[in-house]
């Protein structure tokens, strides 16, 4: 045992310093990470945004009824504000509020699915890569590299005419492509883990390759992925809105943002305009949305911040 | 603020004209806050201190002291968030906080020079060291090219920079850290400036090259005619080179007097703790070695509001009335700012006179009489070689970097083997290998009485339990995402010892036994400072009950003060565990305060094996013998007395190492047979030299005899 001074010394904290752990309530690093989320304005903005745009596609149509199924060609291109059409009709009857919150909800369901389709692929590839090394490493990444090498978006083209366009295809057509980026991030991330002192500390203990994975590097890249994730997701959506532009999009009467865009667009000259603003600025914000909330998880997931 | 009514020291010769008495620099109540994320440090507080011209002023203190947030303010170079918000800078008796922006840039440019750390981070790597030495002429003066690389030659040939032509036109990545802080003292002398501000200088480099920069800096002093601040933790640094001593605590200077009498009887409470701490100062009167005086708790958090003497929650003398009244600095050669300050009667307790040595019979019994329990760690010819690659697509192996070349110990129960060297000699690589965390080259390890290498993997693993590492960073060792009771935890669970209960339970004793409160197991790496942190790597070595913990430079990043508790603990657990420890560590001080026996390590090879004492007092081999002269002593009669074996030069590479004896290319007395290796020969005080400096003395030859 230490002598009473020194023990005491240390444990009662006689003199709260900055380091001194012990006066200083107990808090999670869950806890700390949402006060330093907190703190950035902009990333609560963007939290903001996304759980408002969500709220009115999902929870809108509880409460909005309108027929997304029939059209009604009595009552196309009516401007916002006629009878019962706050944002007036599309080309076919439909109600443009109504049809944007039907296209949302589309758009957020496979943005979301995709983006962590390809953040659980990628993660585990990556991971599995960069603690591994040597040949494996090397065969896993030049995978990735030819992958990349070849255009996505000709590739979507190419995989959408083949198979018929439905929400889960979607998720697959752009989950398969996306999750390389994922994977190259997290392999230089575990490259870079796996010489820390910690997990040499845990190898001279006797621990094995699977538990340095397991308990030390997913952990510790965890903040990494969930950045790249909010990003992946953002991608996402706009990859829907791209397909759906060029015509390879969920076939109607199912919709999405970027399908309504690609609508909008053929009517511009016809001064349409509330076919073509709404979904446009539907995906900036909820692209800008996740973009902030990365920003915001990149500094709560950021151990120094939190240091003093 | 507390700015406490003015009994500023020698009021009277701010009004000097010229001559000596007139100081060159002086802060006057300069205080600097800096604003971080949550609230605002106060990082100097009320700071009053002068600068003679000619002189050398040493700062000391312990990290978050202030020390370098006073060289900063003078600088001008305050991290973001810091200012100086209250007293004056006056250089040549003025004020550099009135003065206009442009005048203050051209005194702090050219008027004075400042030396940093990290010689490596102080140098841009993409440009010539000739262009940066000549920067400040250039950008000062507005010199032309030609001439301004002249003058950068010649002024790296007066730091003794080696063929200084060639050198001007190198990148820095070319030279090494000792060079590369010539090249930097270079620059900061290049525009001749009247002071010189050097932080921290020596700290990154090893012990024989901080010898020379050190001296250096003493001779251009002189040449120059300049005035020097030393701003550095080390003691022993500050004793041989300074006229002047300023002791900085928690943003304050707390004593201030001429060196030797400060380390004759220093007067605060603080300063004479610090110096109780040293590990020399309680090894050097006997073989024995007393308990380390170990200052408990931690400096104050400076962004709260501080009343009373600072040092007062630690302070073994504190008295009700230091927690409240505000002390200043007395006046006179001798100012102390404590209200019981060490007197002259207590102080010859703690004066440490050069006592004449004892050949000190029992540090010998105490290794005599182990001679026969069979070692723990038994290494044979260890050998380890790195293969060096050139860069490229394919990597082909252009050489072999011999890191360890056959290195044989022992290391008994109980006894604590030290391993002291510069950087690159491979005593970490020692360790990682006596670990586990490499597989040697050639050569045996045997662990209690089993070689390793006849094991298989879960033979092997399971062996992990009997020897464990402590690391010099706990806090890099540590996942930042783990709670302290998951760390603690994870040697038990790797190794499947016991249930969850039972691993809860042995978690809250290692606590118990490191002197931490239980309270701590919720909490993350990030939130204990670092002596609790190597107190946490502690335990976790702890936890499977080994018999041996190699420890690789478990204290070298700590303050004196902590240092002194972590070594304490260290060694009262060995006492009450049995434990026997291989100690890695550049610091041959603390090696010599925690070892039985030692072992020096020059290149990959062990140079001289021995009792500790005669290691440290009757050096052998001439390699030891120069580590040991250019330790500093934080005892300013020893350290000025010494007659020195000095090295010159630098570490050659381990990539091509000289053939037979590594050192010969350094060594002052080598001839032509050391080119033919020695063997490491001895009975008890083995050294491989084939000219050792003095035969095995008897009394550790006698146990055998």
């Keep these: ?308 | 603020m507390s700015a406490p009514i003015d009994t500023a020291p020698h009021d009277d010769d701010v009004s000097g004209d010229g001559g000596e008495g007139r100081p060159l620099l002086r802060l006057r109540h300069l205080s600097t806050d800096i604003a971080l994320r949550r609230g605002t440090v106060h990082a100097l507080d009320d700071v009053n201190l002068e600068v003679r011209p000619g002189e050398t002023l040493g700062i000391v203190g312990e990290s978050g002291s202030g020390k370098t947030m006073t060289a900063l303010s003078v600088m001008g170079l305050l991290p973001s968030g810091g200012s100086v918000v209250g007293g004056q800078i006056l250089f040549e008796g003025r004020d550099l906080r009135s003065l206009p922006p442009d005048e203050v840039r051209r005194i702090r440019g050219v008027r004075m020079g400042m030396v940093f750390q990290d010689p490596l981070t102080s140098l841009n790597p993409t440009m010539r060291i000739g262009t940066q030495v000549a920067e400040p002429l250039r950008v000062h003066e507005g010199v032309g090219k030609a001439e301004a690389r002249e003058r950068a030659i010649e002024m790296l040939r007066r730091v003794g920079m080696p063929r200084a032509d060639k050198i001007v036109d190198d990148y820095p990545h070319r030279l090494s850290g000792g060079m590369r802080q010539r090249a930097v003292i270079a620059m900061a002398l290049i525009c001749s400036p009247r002071l010189l501000i050097a932080d921290e200088p020596t700290t990154a480099l090893d012990v024989t090259t901080q010898r020379q920069i050190l001296e250096l800096i003493d001779d251009l002093r002189e040449e120059f005619g300049m005035a020097v601040i030393l701003v550095t933790h080390d003691l022993g640094v500050i004793a041989g080179r300074a006229e002047r001593v300023a002791v900085m605590y928690a943003g304050r200077v707390v004593e201030t007097a001429p060196t030797a009498r400060l380390f004759r009887s220093p007067r605060h409470r603080y300063t004479e703790a610090l110096m109780e701490s040293l590990p020399e100062s309680a090894t050097r009167e006997s073989g024995a070695r007393e308990r380390l005086y170990s200052i408990p708790g931690l400096p104050p958090d400076l962004s709260r509001p501080l009343n009373g003497c600072r040092f007062a929650p630690r302070c073994r003398f504190a008295a009700p009335e230091c927690r409240t009244t505000e002390v200043t600095l007395s006046a006179g050669e001798h100012g102390y700012a404590c209200l019981h300050p060490v007197t002259a009667t207590t102080a010859a307790a703690s004066v440490r006179t050069v006592a004449a040595r004892p050949s000190a019979p029992e540090a010998a019994s105490e290794t005599g009489s182990e001679t026969d329990s069979e070692a723990i760690l038994s290494v044979r010819d260890l050998v380890k070689d790195y293969g060096a690659t050139t860069g490229g697509l394919l990597r082909r192996t252009s050489g072999r970097v011999s890191a360890v070349a056959g290195v044989s110990f022992e290391v008994r129960p109980g006894e604590t083997f030290g391993l002291v060297g510069e950087s690159g000699c491979g005593k970490s690589t020692v360790g990682r290998l006596a670990v586990g965390l490499e597989s040697p080259t050639g050569g045996r390890i045997v662990l209690d009485g089993t070689d390793i290498a006849t094991l298989d993997r879960r033979e092997r693993r399971r062996m992990r339990r009997q020897v464990q590492l402590m690391f010099q960073d706990s806090y890099a060792a540590m996942n930042p995402r783990m709670r302290v009771d998951a760390i603690l935890a994870e040697p038990l669970e790797i190794q499947q010892v016991g249930d969850a209960s039972a691993r809860r339970a042995r978690v809250t004793a290692l606590l118990d036994q490191v002197g931490l409160s239980r309270r701590v197991l919720e909490r993350y790496p990030h939130e204990f400072s670092g002596g609790q942190l190597q107190r946490l790597g502690l335990a976790r070595a702890l936890a499977l009950r080994p018999r041996l913990i190699v420890g690789d430079e478990p204290v070298s990043a700590l303050d004196v003060s902590i240092q002194a508790q972590v070594l304490n603990l260290m060694r009262d657990l060995q006492r009450e565990l049995g434990l026997a420890y291989v100690f890695i560590s550049h610091d041959l001080s603390v090696v010599d305060y925690m070892s039985d026996r030692i072992g020096v390590m020059y290149l990959g090879k062990l140079v001289e094996v021995g009792p500790a004492h005669d290691v440290v007092r009757a050096a052998r081999h001439p390699y030891t013998q120069a580590l040991i002269d250019a330790v500093p002593s934080a005892d300013p009669g020893l350290a000025a007395s010494r007659e020195s074996v000095t090295i010159r030069g630098e570490l050659p590479s381990a990539l091509n190492p000289p053939t037979g004896c590594r050192f010969r290319t350094r060594c002052p007395i080598a001839e032509g047979i050391c080119e033919t290796e020695p063997p490491l020969a001895g009975d008890l005080h083995q050294v491989a030299c084939h000219f050792p400096l003095r035969p095995e003395s008897r009394t550790a030859a006698a146990p055998t005899g």
């Excluded at chain 1, 240390?10 to 380091?19: K, L, Q, R, V």
């Excluded at chain 1, 295809?169 to 996306?178: E, P, R, S, T, Y």
Aim: aromatic share 8%.
């Design chain 1, 1 to 308: 045992m230490t002598t009473p001074a020194e023990t005491t010394g240390m444990s009662e904290g006689t003199s709260p310093g900055p380091g001194d752990a012990d006066d200083t309530p107990v808090r999670g690093l869950w806890r700390q990470g949402v006060e330093v989320f907190c703190e950035n304005r902009l990333a609560l903005v963007g939290l903001a945004m996304f759980v408002l745009l969500a709220a009115v596609c999902f929870l809108g149509p509880l409460f909005y009824h309108t027929d997304q199924v029939h059209t009604d060609l009595a009552a196309v291109h009516l401007p916002p504000g006629t009878d019962g059409h706050p944002l007036g009709t599309d080309g076919v009857g439909y109600d443009q509020l109504g049809r944007l919150m039907l296209g949302g909800q589309t758009s957020i369901i496979v943005g979301l699915a995709a983006g962590i389709l390809a953040t659980v692929v990628g993660t585990v590839w990556g991971a599995v890569a960069g603690f591994a090394g040597g040949w494996v490493d090397a065969a896993m990444m030049r995978l990735v590299d030819a992958m990349m090498s070849i255009p996505s978006l000709f590739l979507f083209m190419l995989l959408a005419a083949i198979v018929t366009p439905s929400v889960s295809m979607l998720i697959l057509i752009i989950g398969a492509f996306a999750w390389l980026g994922p994977a190259r991030l997290v392999r230089g991330e575990a490259l870079s883990l796996r010489s820390r002192e910690y997990i040499q500390a845990m190898r001279s203990m006797g621990g094995t390759g699977g538990r340095a994975v397991r308990r030390h590097i997913i952990p510790n890249a965890i903040g990494t992925v969930i950045v790249n994730a909010t990003f992946q997701v953002a991608d996402a959506i706009l990859y829907v809105a791209y397909l759906s532009f060029l015509g390879l999009g969920v076939p109607p009467p199912a919709a999405n943002w970027g399908g309504m865009l690609s609508d909008g667009l053929a009517d511009t000259f016809s001064g349409h305009w509330w076919l073509l603003y709404p979904p446009g600025i539907a995906i900036i914000l909820i692209v800008l949305a996740f973009n902030f909330i990365g920003d915001g998880l990149r500094d709560a997931f950021e151990v120094r911040l939190r240091r003093r």
